[in-house]
């Protein structure tokens, strides 16, 4: 989650934001839904490789989502590649 909001989707090496900023965001979203949240992202480790599921138009896009009984979040990330 840290990575999708301090680095561009598509060029990778283009920061949008301070790190140290993006990671205190992503550790606060992520400790609110607490441990026994369920977690699911759009892109899964496969082999040497890696597959996605796009749930945008954008060229590329990324998700990461939590959740319990009581809470939602979730980290959305596009570009144009």
């Known amino acids: ?18 790190c140290d900023h993006a990671e205190r965001e992503a ?20 082999g040497n490789g ?6 945008t138009r954008h060229g590329m896009d990324v998700v990461g989502a939590g959740t319990t009984a009581e809470f939602f979040v979730i980290r959305l990330a596009w570009g144009y590649d």
């Open 50 to 55: 890696r597959a996605w599921t796009p749930v």
């Open 1 to 18: 989650m840290t990575n999708l909001s301090a680095f561009d989707v598509v060029y990778l090496r283009s920061l949008l934001r301070d």
């Open 27 to 46: 550790t606060r979203g992520a400790k609110l839904p607490g441990r026994d949240a369920s977690w699911v992202t759009n892109t899964e480790g496969m």
